[in-house]
Each structure stands twice: as C-alpha cells, then as structure tokens.
C-alpha cells in the first residue's frame, strides 16, 4: 500500500474509456503543517529517579506484602467508557486496586475527559499510584481517545489527535515525522494519565501474509525500521511518555493472529539476528523503557516442542536481559490471549512467564485467579521473594520516572487544551498527505484534472460492518470532481448489483475504486 513512486502528469484523456484508477490511500490530506522534527540535544529516554524518587521506590517496596507485590505485577485491561463510580465495572476495578493492589491498568477506548476523570477517581483509591498504560500503537491517541461514530447518524464524536497508521511514517521516510508522531502522542497520553504506551511495534513486516501486524510495522526493512522507531523513542520521550518495544523478539514473519493461535516463525538465530533482532537491538541501545513479548512459536530456536516466546527463558533472560543489556520493564502481550490461554492455563501461564523473566503479566483472563496462582508458587518455592522484589522495583522506578510518586491526578481544565489541538491535527494532516504513495500508473492517469473527467464513478468496496469506509474520502473527491456518483460495495454484494455498477461504469468518464480491505485472520 505504502511504497515508493512519484505521480506523473497526465495531459488530456487516457486511450481508454472510462478511465479506471484503483485509490489505495489512507487519507486525503488538505492542511499542512511545519514538521520541524526535534531540537538539537533531545533526550532519548526518560531520566532516571532523582534520590527523592530513588527513596520512595525502596520505601514503597519493603511496606507491601507477598500480595501487594505480587499484585503489582498484574495490568488487568479496562474499558475507557464512561461509568459511574457506583456501577459494576468501576467497583470491580475498585476491588482489585484495594484487595488486590494492582499495579496499574491497561484502558481502552474512550473519550478524553472520560479518560482523565476514570483515572483519576481509580488513583484516589490505590496505595501506591497506578501506573497507567495503552495502545496508541497504530494511529496515535485516535485509535484509543475515540475515533468512534454515534449510530446510526455515523457522526463523529471527537477525540484524541488521529495519524495515519504506522507504516505511513515508513512512506514518508523522514525521522522527524515519526519524532513528531511519538511526541504528540505522548503529550495527548499524558493529558489523560496515560504514563506508558505500548509502542511502537518495532516488527519487520517482511511477510505480506501477516494478518495482525501489517501497517502496525513501519515496514519490510529492518534498518528502516529501527531508525523510525529510534525517532519515536526520542519524541515520546520530549512529550514525557514511557515506551514500549513490541513484539519481541518479532511477530513480522507470520500468517496467524496470536488473539486466535500460535503463531510460528520460521527464523533461526542467524535469520533472527540479521532481520527481527535489529530494531529492538537499536531500542535497547536507545534506552527504550519497557519491551513487550511476543506470543510466537520459534521452533528453529527453541526446539519443535519449545514454549512461546512469551514463556521462553532463553528469549526473555538469556538472549534479551543478558545478551542485550536490557534492564527495564519487561511485559507479557495480554495474556489472555488464545496463542497463550488456550494451551496453558490463566494460572500456569503467569507462572511460567514469571519463571522465563517476564516482570509484568497484562491483561489475563482473570485478575484473582492469577493472583491467587502467583502467590502459590511464591509460598511453595517454585518463585523466590527475591525474584518479585526485582520485578515490583523495576514497576516502581518507572512509577517514580514519571513523577507518579509526587502527582497522580491529571487536571482535567487541561485536556481540552492539548488533546486534538489545532496544531496537532494539522501534523497529523501533513503526515496523512506526505505519505499516500503511487506504487504504479502506466496509463499516466494522475493527477486526474477535474475538467477531463466531468462524470466520475466512485466504488468504495469495504465490508459491511466498516460503517465509515469511504466518508471521508467520498467528501474530498465531491470537492474535487464536478459530478461524482459513488456506490457501495462488498464481499456479500448481490449480482444486481454488480450489474448495476457495469451500466454505471458505462455512463463514466472516470472509474474511481477505492478499496479498504484490512488485514484479518483466517
């Protein structure tokens, strides 16, 4: 979708009639912003604690109990919705912040003040405060601070600033977009109380087959990769946001979700090292702040029965921790997952992911029982004290990085003042113009001159669930063509209407096809 070309301008009409161009953009873009990309000396990463920070962690982590610390380690999901803190869903996150001690949470999609004033009543409740995460991997806080439609009007209702998908930023090339993308989107995170954001997905898409991660990736190549993602690293830092590297050790060379099944890579060291390893290498180097696994079988390293490399002790200690040199905060991906819940368990895949060095288990099928297994394993000696001491200071310092020691409220009075402000929009205007492509036009039809075409056909085929495929699209081409005829089509579309479409085509000077087909399992 995204890959180098450069338009040729086409004069008078093409020797075809109707002319026909497929549209394979992700947006069209009409404002453009100044990308001025970062200042000289940006940091690279957060600092580290001050003593003040230094001393909290030390005396937060000898006050908990063997289940206090262990709680710490779990990041149980939460929707972004708007509840009262009466309602169910608000007083059993409230359980397991007061009997549990839950380190933090993982929030999705909501709207930014529903964000700031959820996070903050769960903060006034925790111990020890909350270190908040999300994923704003694909699009920037538009995918989670909302970017959602009211039915059945489809009229939208605002939210977080929206990019363009990562591999957008692979189209433009540039690092100072991708600087700006990691900087924008952790000055909207941290209005909200979002301290760590799982991105960027420092996956090498090198295989067009891969249902999950596509425009997740910056790209196919891996030194472009680790350079952009290496740019991101250093604007979320200049906006104040904790980072995450993912999917270690890659999830780019595979045909299945992991939501769904274990996927495998079919990649041995060497293919690993001289492909997958190369970004996350460049991000350990960076001094990226978290990392999270994979779930993906790598039977060529770890032997045809060998684990996931989520539960793995050679990827997560031996290859990551020791080889590495990475010693910040390391997460499962939710281990709820079908690729990992299916085949182990809620509890024993905790267990295991602990064992193998992971520090923080996210988003499991059920916060008590995980819990409840955890601490078993502590009290029968299969897990040392020791070895969740290690994780819960990890936790902690990063909780003291981002100030949560001394401030864990957001000012809502200051939302509306950051979140989708003029300027990022614009940014993210740009990026969406900067980086639509023209992979192929051999009959030299772009641009399309409006007064050579005065009948235009415009086809979106998406499926029918895709309620707002085309929309914005369809309102810039009625701008820019005089006439403009546009049908809806889809995989389920009757043969009458394909029938109408030839007749349709006929009447066309101009056959526009814009297809919006994203990748799925299955």
């Not at 075409?453 to 914005?472: I, K, N, Q």
Request: hydrophobic letters at 40%; one cysteine or more; glycine letters at 12%.
């Amino acid at each position: 979708m995204f890959r180098s070309g450069k338009a040729g301008r086409t004069s008078g009409n093409p020797a075809f009639h109707p002319a026909v161009l497929l549209v394979c953009s992700i947006s069209l873009g009409c404002t453009q912003a100044a990308v001025p990309g970062p200042p000289s000396g940006s940091p690279a990463l957060l600092p580290e604690p001050d003593a003040e920070g230094k001393e909290w962690v030390e005396n937060t982590l000898s006050s908990l109990t063997l289940r206090k610390a262990i709680g710490q380690l779990i990041v149980p999901w939460m929707s972004g919705a708007y509840t009262s803190e009466t309602g169910p869903e608000f007083r059993e996150f409230a359980r397991y912040v007061e009997e549990g001690g839950i380190g933090g949470v993982v929030i999705s999609i909501g709207l930014p003040h529903t964000y700031g004033a959820k996070l903050n009543s769960l903060q006034a409740l925790a111990e020890v405060p909350l270190l908040v995460s999300s994923d704003f991997e694909n699009g920037g806080p538009g995918m989670r601070i909302n970017h959602s439609y009211a039915l059945p009007t489809l009229l939208p209702q605002g939210g977080g600033t929206s990019f363009p998908p990562t591999m957008a930023f692979g189209a433009i090339g540039e690092d100072r977009f991708a600087w700006e993308y990691g900087r924008v989107t952790a000055l909207e995170a941290r209005a909200v109380g979002v301290h760590l954001n799982f991105a960027p997905v420092l996956d090498v898409n090198s295989n067009p087959l891969n249902p999950i991660i596509n425009t997740r990736s910056f790209g196919e190549d891996p030194g472009d990769v680790a350079r952009l993602g290496a740019a991101y690293l250093a604007g979320a830092a200049e906006g104040g946001l904790l980072t995450t590297a993912k999917h270690f050790p890659g999830h780019g060379d595979t045909k299945t979700d992991s939501h769904i099944a274990l996927p495998i890579v079919d990649a041995d060291r060497d293919r690993l090292e001289a492909l997958e390893l190369i970004p996350f290498r460049r991000a350990v180097e960076e001094g990226v702040d978290a990392v999270m696994t994979a779930h993906v079988a790598v039977p060529k390293v770890l032997g045809p029965g060998g684990p996931p490399a989520t539960l793995s002790p050679f990827f997560l200690t031996e290859l990551l921790r020791g080889d590495m040199g990475f010693d910040g905060l390391l997460l499962t991906d939710a281990i709820r997952m079908g690729a990992i819940s299916d085949g182990y368990g809620v509890g024993e895949a905790a267990i295991l992911a602990v064992e193998a060095g992971a520090d923080i288990i996210l988003a499991p099928a059920d916060f008590f029982v995980t819990l409840g297994a955890l601490e078993g394993a502590v009290k029968s000696g299969r897990i040392s004290r020791e070895r969740i001491d290690d994780s819960v200071r990890r936790l902690l310092e990063m909780k003291a990085r981002v100030g949560l020691h001394k401030n864990r409220r957001v000012n809502l009075d200051h939302i509306g003042t950051v979140v989708a402000s003029g300027d990022h929009l614009a940014l993210a205007d740009s990026a969406a113009t900067r980086s639509v492509t023209l992979p192929r036009d051999r009959d030299g039809l772009i641009p399309a001159d409006p007064r050579d075409y005065p009948r235009v056909l415009h086809v979106v085929y998406a499926r029918d669930e895709d309620l707002t495929a085309g929309r914005a699209l369809g309102a810039s081409l009625g701008v820019y063509f005089r006439s403009l005829t546009t049908r809806r089509m889809s995989p389920d579309s009757p043969g009458a209407a394909y029938e109408e479409l030839a007749w349709l085509r006929g009447e066309a000077d101009l056959l526009l096809v814009s297809a919006f087909v994203p990748p799925r399992a299955g």
